[in-house]
């Protein structure tokens, strides 16, 4: 049976750097001669595979829709050589690139997993090689064709992920979505579904960097504060509030959010908890949140909500189908 064929984009973080006097630093070429260099990457049951290291590698801290579109435009220019793909990634903000991937992607029939390390590939007791190991498995042999994140032996879709542990090994969780796979000592599909292979064309939307805000809500926040921060300049406030929906229920807070759904910014109610859903009609605060303008995000993770807003603001919609489309499961991003 012929190997399948996986291209590797190494666009930064932890996986491929090299301890110096200075800590772990990134070093171009590192990454390549590692993988290269391990007889377990190249084992009869792996995939071929080719990496392409980014110049220069970013650091996953200094990621912008910039860095998004790059990575996007990458996959799309080798995606009729591949089988599948997978994107080495910083795992500080892994689940906005994942989720950003899943929106811009059209008509996407491989495989595209985002995975990283906590410990450099090259260290004693490094994750990063599991890790890249199981992704380059799961895209040859396991395609389910949506944008994914491989953490810690699990499959998330990449819209559901959001990183839940700093420094542990498990890293990522998927609160709201059971993991697309379980990598045990056997391969158990659990939500994911494989996907044959459909001769189709991808397409990539184009995104551009919005002017979007978040506001976290605390007990005593200042209306004045509120309104300081929201000008006419933001397109989208994402609003994070308490338990399922809900907010104060001072005059003049509330005004605001009128005023500002009114001049067209787009207010999307997420909950500050790590599980569960918006329910603004379950109590009288958060229904007063639905009479100034505000729309749920129902169970939407903070990374999905926030680039999915910039993937709709880019292309120019009227106002109220960006509003419609927030609360449209498009990639499977949210439950209703």
């Known amino acids: 049976m012929k190997r399948k064929k996986i291209y590797i984009a190494y666009t930064g973080g932890t996986i491929g750097m090299k301890l110096s006097s200075r800590g772990y630093v990134p070093v171009a070429g590192y990454l390549t001669e590692t993988v290269k260099s391990n007889a377990e990457f190249t084992r009869e049951e792996m995939p071929l595979f080719d990496i392409h290291e980014y110049c220069p590698l970013i650091d996953s801290s200094d990621m912008s829709p910039h860095h998004w579109q790059l990575i996007a435009d990458d996959i799309k220019s080798k995606y009729?050589?591949?089988?599948?793909?997978?994107?080495?990634?910083?795992?500080?903000?892994?689940?906005?690139?994942?989720?950003?991937?899943?929106?811009?992607?059209?008509?996407?029939?491989?495989?595209?997993?985002?995975?990283?390390?906590?410990?450099?590939?090259?260290?004693?007791?490094?994750?990063?090689?599991?890790?890249?190991?199981?992704?380059?498995?799961?895209?040859?042999?396991?395609?389910?064709?949506?944008?994914?994140?491989?953490?810690?032996?699990?499959?998330?879709?990449?819209?559901?992920?959001?990183?839940?542990?700093?420094?542990?090994?498990?890293?990522?969780?998927?609160?709201?979505?059971?993991?697309?796979?379980?990598?045990?000592?056997?391969?158990?599909?659990?939500?994911?579904?494989?996907s044959p292979y459909v001769e189709q064309a991808l397409q990539v939307t184009p995104v551009e960097t919005?002017?979007?805000?978040?506001?976290?809500?605390?007990?005593?926040?200042?209306?004045?504060?509120?309104?300081?921060?929201?000008?006419?300049?933001?397109?989208?406030?994402?609003?994070?509030?308490?338990?399922?929906?809900?907010?104060?229920?001072?005059?003049?807070?509330?005004?605001?959010?009128?005023?500002?759904?009114?001049?067209?910014?787009?207010?999307?109610?997420?909950?500050?908890?790590?599980?569960?859903?918006?329910?603004?009609?379950?109590?009288?605060?958060?229904?007063?949140?639905?009479?100034?303008?505000v729309i749920s995000g129902y169970d939407m993770t903070l990374e999905a909500c926030l680039t999915k807003l910039h993937y709709l603001f880019s292309q120019k919609l009227e106002l109220e189908t960006v509003r419609h489309l927030m609360q449209d499961n498009l990639r499977g991003e949210l439950t209703r």
Do not use: W
């Not at 542990?165 to 599909?189: E, K």
């Not at 994070?240 to 005023?259: C, D, H, R, T, Y």
């Open 80 to 194: 009729d050589q591949y089988d599948g793909f997978v994107v080495l990634h910083g795992t500080d903000t892994m689940a906005y690139t994942a989720s950003a991937l899943s929106f811009m992607f059209e008509n996407l029939t491989k495989p595209v997993i985002v995975t990283g390390s906590q410990i450099p590939l090259s260290q004693l007791r490094s994750d990063g090689q599991v890790n890249l190991m199981n992704a380059m498995y799961l895209a040859a042999n396991y395609p389910i064709a949506e944008v994914s994140l491989f953490f810690n032996n699990q499959l998330f879709r990449g819209n559901r992920a959001t990183k839940a542990h700093a420094d542990g090994f498990n890293a990522f969780a998927s609160p709201n979505l059971s993991p697309l796979a379980q990598s045990g000592i056997n391969i158990q599909l659990i939500e994911g579904k494989l």
């Open 210 to 293: 919005q002017s979007i805000a978040i506001l976290y809500l605390y007990p005593g926040i200042s209306s004045e504060m509120v309104k300081n921060m929201i000008t006419e300049d933001i397109k989208g406030l994402i609003l994070l509030s308490f338990g399922v929906g809900n907010a104060p229920q001072q005059p003049e807070f509330l005004k605001i959010l009128k005023q500002a759904t009114d001049n067209g910014t787009v207010i999307v109610n997420l909950t500050q908890c790590i599980q569960g859903q918006v329910n603004m009609g379950g109590y009288a605060t958060g229904n007063a949140l639905l009479n100034c303008g």
